[in-house]
């Protein structure tokens, strides 16, 4: 274990150098981060062999994505694919930032999925994972370091990362989150409201809606509506005002034309049809 001291900041890492067990299961290196003074600090260079990921532990810094600066609070993830230069910048306040890193070395048997080629946060994961192995990790590289305990603390932290990356976290709040809309189709849902529901970010919740169902949020709520939607519409003593407000819709003309574009045939065609 090595620890770097600056002004700004106080560093610990773990290294594959030391520990080359920790290589074979695709992890370069593993660090705890503690930044109390204002700093600005990107990566410094792009490399195709590594992927990175910083997760916060207390605090919250602002990191660079793809699509700008984004805060980086408590229980996020901040993740950079091979490639792609991180970038993190933190002001001082009352609470220093805490973070885990690790520096994910890109191996061919070990594949890691991530959620898009540009830097991006996760808005939901369990911080407290990476931050048990690396407690272990130190313990273990500063005594007796057994090559055994070494290769599986390695694994369990390259499975973890790996989580946190293709944000596998968040695909069960997806679930969870479709379970409640199902409930209650009626309710008046917006993206911001699926977003908060959720736990996750209207970004986070657009790719991993589209990366489990090929739509985004609300096509996806509008796709749920319609199937409904057909099943009340084969009940003949339900009125077409009744059907469009079990489903989300004041008024059965805008409904009879959001089931028209969705399925190319009107709510009173569909019923006759289906009598």
């Not at 970038?87 to 890109?106: C, N």
């Not at 939901?124 to 273990?140: G, N, S, T």
């Not at 390259?158 to 809309?181: K, M, P, Y």
Request: proline share 4%; aromatic share 8%; hydrophobic share 35%.
């Amino acid at each position: 274990m090595k620890k770097l001291t600056e002004a700004n900041l106080i560093e610990t890492c773990v290294f594959s150098t030391e520990h080359p067990e920790l290589a074979a299961q695709g992890v370069w290196r593993i660090g705890y981060t503690t930044v109390s003074k204002s700093h600005d600090r990107p990566s410094t260079a792009r490399d195709e062999r590594f992927g990175h990921v910083h997760v916060t532990l207390a605090g919250s810094a602002q990191v660079l994505t793809g699509n700008g600066w984004h805060d980086l609070r408590e229980g996020q993830a901040y993740v950079c694919p091979p490639g792609e230069s991180w970038r993190w910048r933190f002001t001082a306040g009352k609470t220093p930032w805490k973070s885990m890193f690790v520096r994910l070395l890109a191996k061919p048997d070990l594949p890691l999925h991530y959620a898009g080629n540009d830097p991006y946060v996760i808005d939901q994961c369990r911080k407290d994972d990476l931050a048990w192995v690396y407690r272990r990790l130190c313990m273990e590289s500063s005594s007796e370091a057994r090559p055994t305990v070494m290769h599986h603390l390695g694994a369990l932290c390259h499975f973890h990362c790996r989580e946190i990356v293709s944000g596998e976290n968040a695909t069960a709040n997806l679930q969870d989150l479709w379970s409640e809309v199902l409930a209650d189709l009626s309710y008046r849902w917006t993206v911001d409201t699926l977003a908060e529901r959720s736990g996750m970010g209207r970004e986070a919740l657009r790719m991993k809606c589209v990366a489990a169902t090929g739509r985004s949020p609300m096509k996806h709520l509008n796709h749920l509506r319609m199937q409904h939607a057909r099943h009340l519409l084969l009940d003949q003593d339900l009125t077409l005002d009744e059907v469009a407000e079990a489903v989300g819709y004041s008024t059965a003309f805008s409904f009879s034309k959001a089931f028209l574009a969705h399925t190319g045939t009107r709510p009173s065609t569909y019923r006759q049809k289906h009598q």
